[in-house]
């Protein structure tokens, strides 16, 4: 178990340096994880959103790595007993790697020499490991055994130490190897035409209660990708496509030419379950989609807007979002500053109205346009509904657990983003809901926040809210989870006042 581990480790250790200096987004773990992420069904991703949120990636790299140690555990074991089987199976491994690393979307051309190395490796130490391990009759064979032992339990634990400081290489390498950090620090974004403005009152500034601007850092990330694409804004472009009169092609200095208005968007998470935190809003700087899609010229029969990342990932958005009034754009900022990598770096969709799933593609290099009845999207391939229109809902965030008795505030956010929300209304215990006091909104596509002053008993209180939408629509209470095309229920919040 021992010589297969330490083999595993010295072999993935070298694989993913490998990467980092070769292609960095094709280290084995994170092709084989991103694979397994393709192929998971929906149950086991609404799950790990469910449970680990946006450290979701973190979990399954962290699941990945102890069942990769498991089965070399394994195949050191089925070395030992049944040669050569166990090198097999990390050579196996290591195929497994090599056909999901050439088979992404952005593999390189030598994307396959990580996973090949890391494969070979394994096996090749593995099999010198095992080598080690015979067993002594006489005198003079437990002698040579015991010799062979001691020079075992060396090279295991150099064979660890060694793949350890290359997984700890890969890091150091990935990080000074990222110079589209670089090229995004030094990237000064135009002036925009038309600036984002806040309501006076529009931020609460209570303690607790979700900020009005969701800082960068602190704004939620639900994606695909393991490893984050570092796309050099010299070589990105935009290429629209498909059911169009006329194709285009845009680079990344024809975009900073267009006249960029800055907009306030909140965008959400079909994922985020009721009272959750995977939604944010930011304002945005980019450019009208309908006005780029007015220069293709979309035929009258197309429905759908097959948007790509440089990943492969894909999302339909329905045509009509893009070409209404409200400000569905490519956006390049966030935040007075270019868009953060993790966020999409060097443009992304922003659209009003829709969760992020069939709208908010990062990294996009691709708009197709096409009908609902002719392709599909990444999660509507995976039982996802088709057009992910936001519902309507409100949440608490003040207080959550505990309140002192006596004079306090019961305070959250609400949102349906290009609806827009007339009110809120609270309920306390089992009695009548009390109409909240709206905060200016900066528009229907934000969201919006609300109080309601609240003298505090001592004691257990439940608490529930419910928005009305500017359409009249109230907030139902029938609870449905996230999937598959959005949680519904009133937020409850049990506090202890003391």
Same mark, same amino acid.
């Given at each position: 178990?021992?010589?297969?581990?330490?083999?595993?480790?010295?072999?993935?250790?070298?694989?993913?340096?490998?990467?980092?200096?070769?292609?960095?987004?094709?280290?084995? =773990?994170?092709?084989?994880?991103?694979?397994?992420?393709?192929?998971?069904?929906?149950?086991?991703?609404?799950?790990?959103?469910?449970?680990?949120?946006?450290?979701?990636?973190?979990?399954?790299?962290?699941?990945?790595?102890?069942?990769?140690?498991?089965?070399?555990?394994?195949?050191?074991?089925?070395?030992?007993?049944?040669? !050569?089987?166990?090198?097999?199976?990390?050579?196996?491994?290591?195929?497994?790697?090599?056909?999901?690393?050439?088979?992404?979307?952005?593999?390189?051309?030598?994307?396959?020499?990580?996973?090949?190395? /890391?494969? #070979?490796?394994?096996?090749?130490?593995?099999?010198?490991?095992?080598?080690?391990?015979?067993?002594?009759?006489?005198?003079?064979?437990?002698?040579?055994?015991?010799?062979?032992?001691?020079?075992?339990?060396?090279?295991?634990?150099?064979?660890?130490? =060694?793949?350890? *400081?290359?997984?700890?290489?890969?890091?150091?390498?990935?990080?000074?190897?990222?110079?589209?950090?670089?090229?995004?620090?030094?990237?000064?974004?135009?002036?925009?035409?038309?600036?984002?403005?806040?309501?006076?009152?529009?931020? +609460?500034?209570?303690?607790?209660? /979700?900020?009005?601007?969701?800082?960068?850092?602190?704004?939620?990330?639900?994606?695909?990708? %393991?490893? $984050?694409?570092? $796309?050099? !804004?010299?070589?990105?472009?935009?290429?629209?496509?498909? @059911?169009?009169?006329?194709?285009?092609?845009?680079?990344?200095?024809?975009?900073?030419?267009?006249?960029?208005?800055?907009?306030?968007?909140?965008?959400?998470?079909?994922?985020?379950?009721?009272?959750?935190? *995977?939604?944010?809003?930011?304002?945005?700087?980019?450019?009208?989609?309908?006005? +780029?899609?007015?220069?293709?010229?979309?035929?009258?029969?197309?429905?759908?807007?097959?948007?790509?990342?440089?990943? #492969?990932?894909?999302?339909?958005?329905? +045509?009509?979002?893009?070409?209404?009034?409200?400000?569905?754009?490519?956006?390049?900022? @966030?935040?007075?500053? &270019?868009? !953060?990598?993790?966020?999409?770096?060097?443009?992304?969709?922003? $659209?009003?109205?829709?969760?992020?799933?069939?709208?908010?593609?990062?990294?996009?290099?691709?708009?197709?346009?096409?009908?609902?009845?002719?392709?599909?999207?990444?999660?509507?391939?995976?039982?996802?509904?088709?057009?992910? &229109? %936001?519902?309507?809902?409100?949440?608490?965030?003040? !207080?959550?657990?505990?309140?002192?008795?006596?004079?306090?505030?019961?305070?959250?956010?609400?949102?349906?983003?290009?609806?827009?929300?007339?009110?809120?209304?609270?309920?306390?215990?089992?009695?009548?809901?009390?109409?909240?006091?709206?905060?200016?909104?900066?528009?229907?596509?934000?969201?919006?926040?609300?109080?309601?002053?609240?003298?505090?008993?001592?004691?257990?209180?439940?608490?529930?809210?419910?928005?009305?939408?500017r359409t009249g629509e109230v907030q139902t209470d029938q609870e449905a989870p996230p /999937?598959?095309? #959005?949680?519904?229920?009133?937020?409850?919040?049990?506090?202890?006042?003391?």
């Amino acid at each position: 178990m021992l010589a297969g581990v330490a083999a595993t480790a010295l072999g993935a250790g070298l694989g993913e340096l490998a990467a980092a200096l070769l292609a960095p987004s094709s280290g084995p =773990v994170s092709v084989i994880g991103s694979a397994l992420i393709d192929v998971a069904p929906p149950w086991a991703k609404d799950t790990a959103i469910a449970l680990f949120g946006t450290a979701d990636k973190v979990a399954l790299v962290t699941g990945i790595a102890i069942a990769l140690l498991a089965v070399a555990a394994g195949a050191g074991v089925l070395e030992a007993r049944r040669a !050569p089987w166990g090198r097999g199976v990390l050579l196996a491994l290591g195929g497994a790697g090599v056909l999901a690393a050439v088979t992404r979307a952005d593999a390189g051309p030598l994307a396959a020499v990580p996973s090949i190395i /890391a494969g #070979g490796v394994a096996a090749i130490v593995l099999t010198q490991l095992a080598m080690r391990l015979r067993p002594g009759v006489d005198g003079a064979e437990r002698a040579a055994a015991a010799e062979d032992r001691r020079r075992f339990l060396a090279w295991t634990a150099v064979s660890i130490a =060694v793949g350890a *400081l290359a997984a700890a290489g890969s890091q150091v390498a990935r990080t000074t190897a990222r110079t589209v950090d670089a090229v995004r620090s030094a990237v000064r974004l135009p002036r925009p035409t038309a600036t984002a403005s806040v309501p006076a009152g529009a931020d +609460l500034g209570l303690d607790g209660l /979700a900020p009005l601007i969701t800082p960068n850092g602190a704004f939620y990330r639900i994606d695909t990708a %393991i490893i $984050v694409p570092q $796309v050099d !804004p010299a070589d990105w472009s935009l290429r629209i496509h498909g @059911m169009v009169e006329e194709e285009v092609v845009l680079s990344w200095e024809d975009v900073l030419a267009l006249p960029l208005a800055e907009s306030t968007t909140t965008l959400a998470c079909v994922s985020n379950e009721v009272g959750g935190d *995977l939604i944010g809003n930011a304002v945005w700087l980019g450019y009208p989609i309908r006005e +780029l899609l007015a220069r293709a010229r979309p035929t009258a029969d197309a429905d759908m807007v097959l948007s790509r990342s440089i990943d #492969g990932f894909t999302a339909s958005t329905p +045509l009509q979002a893009l070409t209404d009034e409200r400000d569905a754009i490519l956006a390049v900022g @966030m935040n007075g500053e &270019p868009l !953060p990598v993790e966020h999409g770096f060097p443009a992304r969709l922003v $659209v009003p109205g829709l969760y992020g799933y069939v709208s908010a593609t990062k990294w996009v290099t691709e708009l197709e346009v096409t009908r609902f009845d002719r392709a599909r999207a990444y999660w509507t391939d995976r039982g996802w509904s088709e057009r992910g &229109p %936001i519902k309507l809902q409100s949440r608490i965030d003040v !207080p959550r657990r505990s309140a002192p008795a006596g004079q306090a505030v019961i305070a959250g956010v609400a949102w349906q983003q290009h609806v827009g929300v007339a009110g809120v209304e609270v309920q306390i215990d089992d009695g009548p809901w009390r109409p909240a006091t709206l905060a200016p909104a900066i528009s229907d596509d934000t969201w919006v926040q609300w109080s309601l002053p609240w003298t505090a008993d001592a004691g257990s209180h439940r608490l529930r809210c419910r928005a009305t939408s500017r359409t009249g629509e109230v907030q139902t209470d029938q609870e449905a989870p996230p /999937a598959p095309d #959005g949680a519904t229920g009133w937020h409850t919040v049990d506090v202890t006042v003391s």
